[in-house]
């Protein structure tokens, strides 16, 4: 089973290419985790953590621990959703745009290489 269990494979596939683009976005600060929470951040808007936690597949636990991070190195702000005080809504600050942006260049290096290695037809965005 070890040399033919899918489910393995798909995770230890997964975590290579984890620390892949945690090298690319090293000398940025932040990690592939914390680059997808930030572009998911981005694209919902000032999201509720919950929200962002259901996004992410992840529980509201480690993402509120996660945003606390990016919070402590100025990327994110959390403020009190004006609806719902117990609620929390999370955004990107200046320097997290700025972050993301510079992120998504060697974001799209990086998908790049990894495309041509796997021989796939590579369509520009």
Do not use: Y
């Not at 995770?11 to 683009?21: G, P, T």
């Not at 962002?52 to 403020?79: C, I, P, W, Y």
Request: aromatic letters at 6%; glycine letters at 10%; hydrophobic letters at 45%.
């Amino acid at each position: 089973m070890r040399d033919h269990c899918l489910c393995f494979a798909t995770q230890r596939a997964a975590r290579e290419l984890a620390r892949r683009f945690d090298r690319a976005f090293a000398d940025l600060g932040i990690t592939n985790g914390q680059f997808s929470m930030m572009t998911a951040m981005g694209g919902m808007g000032g999201p509720k953590l919950g929200d962002l936690a259901r996004f992410m597949g992840m529980d509201h636990a480690t993402v509120t621990a996660a945003v606390r991070k990016l919070e402590k190195n100025g990327l994110v702000t959390v403020s009190a959703d004006g609806n719902d005080r117990r609620a929390r809504r999370v955004s990107l600050t200046a320097d997290g745009i700025l972050t993301v942006e510079r992120a998504l260049l060697v974001w799209r290096i990086e998908h790049l290489k990894v495309a041509l290695e796997f021989g796939e037809e590579v369509v520009p965005e």
